[in-house]
Nanobody, 130 residues
C-alpha cells in the first residue's frame, strides 16, 4: 500500500499563496492522485470535499470553487504530488488531504469522490486569515 505524507500547510493572509506537497512511498505515475479538504467544525462522518485530481495521463480536474486559483502537478521521479494554491480565500481554510487511487483514471470531483480512493495521508492544515 502507498503511504502518503502531506506537507506545506500553514497560515497565510487572504490573497496569498501556498504550495502543498504529498510525498508517496512508491511509484504513483500510473495512478489517479487527488487533493481533498475538510473544513473546520465538520461533523464526524462528513465526506471530504474533492479539490483537485490528476490522472495518470496528466489530465486534471478541479472543484469549481478553486478553478483558476489552484493547480496540481506531479514529479514522478520523486513521487511527489503538488497543489499550488494562489489567491487564497478565508473559505479555503481546511485540513488538506492527499489521496491515492490505484487506477489510471479519476472519478469526477463530485460529492461521492472520496469513496473511490484507497490510500490517504494524515493531512496538512491550511489557515487563511483576513
Amino acid at each position: 500500500a502507498e503511504q502518503l505524507v502531506e506537507s506545506g500547510g500553514g497560515s497565510v493572509q487572504a490573497g496569498g499563496s501556498l504550495l502543498l506537497a504529498c510525498t508517496a512511498s512508491g511509484d504513483v505515475s500510473t495512478a489517479c492522485m487527488a487533493w481533498f479538504r475538510q473544513f473546520p467544525g465538520t461533523l464526524p462522518g462528513t465526506r471530504r470535499e474533492a479539490v483537485a485530481m490528476r490522472n495518470s495521463g496528466g489530465v486534471t480536474n478541479f472543484a469549481d470553487s478553486v478553478k483558476g486559483r489552484f493547480t496540481v502537478s506531479i514529479d514522478n521521479a520523486k513521487h511527489i504530488l503538488y497543489l499550488q494554491m494562489s489567491n487564497l480565500k478565508m473559505e479555503d481554510t481546511a485540513m488538506y488531504y492527499c489521496a491515492f487511487r490505484s487506477r489510471r483514471n479519476c472519478p469526477g470531483v463530485g460529492s461521492v469522490a472520496e469513496q473511490y480512493f484507497h490510500e490517504w495521508g494524515r493531512g496538512t492544515q491550511v489557515s487563511v486569515s483576513f
